[in-house]
């Protein structure tokens, strides 16, 4: 595959995805990290109780009172923590003190290898225990409570058991106790820096930086987006949407669905699954068939909870005004520039297809959107506009969407001598299984193949549910077609959401043809088309434009959101620093020169 295939922009709702692919990622097991967690605690302890020779029975014993009490400590927290987080569970809390032990146990090791001084380890580890403290503080205020209090205390719950221990073994009385202010205020500085990323979230969505972050942690786990919808909802508005519905018949029905809605923006949120419950609900309609498109929209044009969702499909299953259209008219396809608009009109009601293959191209956004539509409604009242999004790349720029603009107009002139032939059709549907490899690269949609005949011509219209594809996946389908004498018509992707933020990769989600090979999608597309060539037909077409009013997210939801983690992580990142800067010279201040 060739890797300039695969550039990418990254518009806000992408970062998000990128962003958030790996967070809350730990190993499934549980027991894993209860181990891992007693043994790096038991770590921190081992030396401080080797350190003197002590007998054999009193080394069990303190092992044994290490053991109890940790045990009880971690339950303590779990019991705290479960009273008032819905994100509690005690493989991520094990995670957290995990990581903070971690934090000290390499410093401690070089600090006991270095300096042999028990009573400047001691007083290290001291230190430490106040940096692992500040850490947990960092993970558990924000992701698990809701409170400061509670937050607090199970942070020293995580380490203080082992450092009590510790001061247990050794007196004190040669400390110089100049860890503790310098703990105090590596406490005081991540509480500050908690409450300025906090206050970051109230500016922009009126809502804690934490509560948000805590309604995407049980949306990613749970797959409960109630909270976060709510959330977007706070910045979302009503409005009126076009979806447009094709209907073909003949001895089958097929509905071809080209929603203003886009899919996202991502898993379990609003529409993410948007083409998956189109086809589903137009299945129990009773189409045999049902293609999404994807319309010029972008993440603007999310619906923002799956309630509004429900009312956004029942009132397309409430619609039944259709205008039939007789004949179909042979397609026109201009290029300029990179880009390629096909036109096709379906009796008086032009259909445009934008396509940016092979160079790519991500999501037009609004103002083109707005500007396609006044020049469609020159020509003709009803219309259909399909992005094909075939093909990835960068954001179109002024430049495209002029040129684009500019071959739409271009088309719907040609288009008025276009012949006009009555349609023959045949269309069918394949569905991967789940063992199918092509399961990981397709949503629930599937591959859908409309074949043509215009006079003595035929084209196959491809609708994938996919998210966007690889360029060889075009090329692929169009030789295979070409060996049966039919022309592509175009081939189009739903731009589904239905995995986007679940996949492991540097998009948060799978191109068509980036895990299954293009010519198995070809081969699969070749022998479909060879069976709907015996079974074209005359068939019944039909047009409706539905009008549908949801609430769908502002145009800058997503920037707010981007914004908003850009600055929490540049809050945190100059955090760590101080943190760092703290730690290093108070234990070097205290190996050194006490």
Not at 53 to 76: C, D, K
Not at 429 to 458: A, C, F, M, V, W
Not at 487 to 501: I, V, Y
């Amino acid at each position: 595959m060739n890797s300039t295939n695969l550039r990418t922009s990254t518009p806000p709702s992408t970062d998000i995805r990128r962003r958030s692919r790996f967070l809350f990622t730990l190993p499934r097991s549980a027991k894993v990290m209860f181990i891992a967690y007693f043994v790096v605690s038991f770590i921190i302890f081992l030396p401080f109780l080797l350190e003197e020779e002590r007998s054999v029975i009193t080394i069990l014993t303190f092992t044994g009172i290490f053991f109890a009490i940790q045990i009880l400590s971690f339950m303590l927290s779990t019991r705290t923590l479960k009273r008032n987080s819905k994100t509690f569970n005690t493989r991520r809390l094990l995670g957290t003190y995990l990581f903070s032990d971690i934090v000290i146990v390499i410093p401690l090791c070089l600090i006991i290898f270095f300096n042999h001084s028990v009573e400047k380890q001691v007083e290290s580890l001291l230190l430490l225990t106040f940096l692992a403290i500040t850490i947990n503080l960092f993970v558990i205020w924000p992701v698990f409570s809701t409170r400061l209090s509670y937050s607090l205390f199970t942070s020293v719950l995580g380490i203080l058991p082992t450092t009590a221990l510790v001061l247990t073994l050794r007196s004190p009385s040669s400390f110089t106790w100049l860890s503790i202010p310098l703990g105090v205020i590596l406490i005081l500085s991540m509480y500050l820096t908690l409450i300025k990323v906090q206050h970051s979230g109230l500016k922009r969505f009126n809502t804690p930086t934490f509560d948000i972050l805590k309604a995407f942690l049980v949306s990613w786990t749970d797959g409960n987006p109630s909270d976060l919808e709510n959330i977007l909802l706070n910045t979302a508005t009503d409005n009126t949407i076009d979806t447009k519905v094709i209907t073909i018949e003949n001895s089958k029905k097929l509905a071809i669905i080209i929603p203003n809605v886009h899919p996202g923006p991502f898993y379990p949120v609003g529409s993410y699954n948007l083409t998956e419950r189109l086809h589903n609900a137009f299945l129990k309609k009773g189409y045999d068939h049902c293609f999404v498109l994807h319309g010029i929209v972008d993440h603007t044009y999310n619906i923002a909870s799956t309630s509004d969702v429900d009312t956004y499909l029942s009132q397309l299953a409430e619609n039944d005004n259709f205008v039939p259209m007789q004949n179909i008219t042979t397609p026109i396809t201009l290029t300029k520039n990179n880009v390629t608009v096909t036109s096709i009109s379906l009796g008086n009601v032009p259909l445009i297809i934008i396509s940016s293959w092979p160079f790519g191209g991500e999501d037009y956004p609004p103002k083109f959107t707005r500007s396609a539509d006044i020049i469609m409604r020159k020509d003709s009242q009803l219309f259909a506009i399909v992005d094909a999004h075939n093909s990835i790349g960068k954001d179109p720029d002024d430049e495209k969407q002029s040129t684009l603009l500019e071959l739409i107009t271009e088309c719907l002139s040609k288009g008025k001598d276009a012949q006009s032939h009555t349609p023959y059709c045949a269309f069918t549907t394949y569905y991967p299984r789940h063992t199918d490899p092509l399961s990981s690269d397709i949503g629930n949609g599937g591959i859908g193949l409309l074949l043509l005949q215009l006079g003595n011509e035929k084209y196959a219209l491809i609708s994938i549910d996919a998210n966007n594809a690889v360029n060889e996946v075009r090329q692929a389908i169009e030789s295979k077609l070409e060996s049966l004498n039919i022309k592509l018509l175009e081939l189009c992707t739903s731009d589904t959401h239905f995995n986007a933020a679940r996949i492991r990769n540097g998009k948060g989600y799978l191109l068509l043809g980036e895990i299954t090979k293009p010519e198995t999608i070809a081969d699969i597309i070749h022998k479909m088309a060879t069976t709907l060539i015996q079974a074209l037909e005359p068939s019944k077409i039909k047009f409706s434009n539905v009008k549908n009013t949801v609430k769908t997210l502002n145009e800058d939801v997503f920037k707010k959101f981007q914004i908003l983690i850009r600055e929490s992580l540049q809050l945190l990142k100059a955090e760590s620093v101080i943190l760092a800067g703290i730690t290093f010279l108070g234990l070097f201040f205290i190996s050194y020169f006490h």
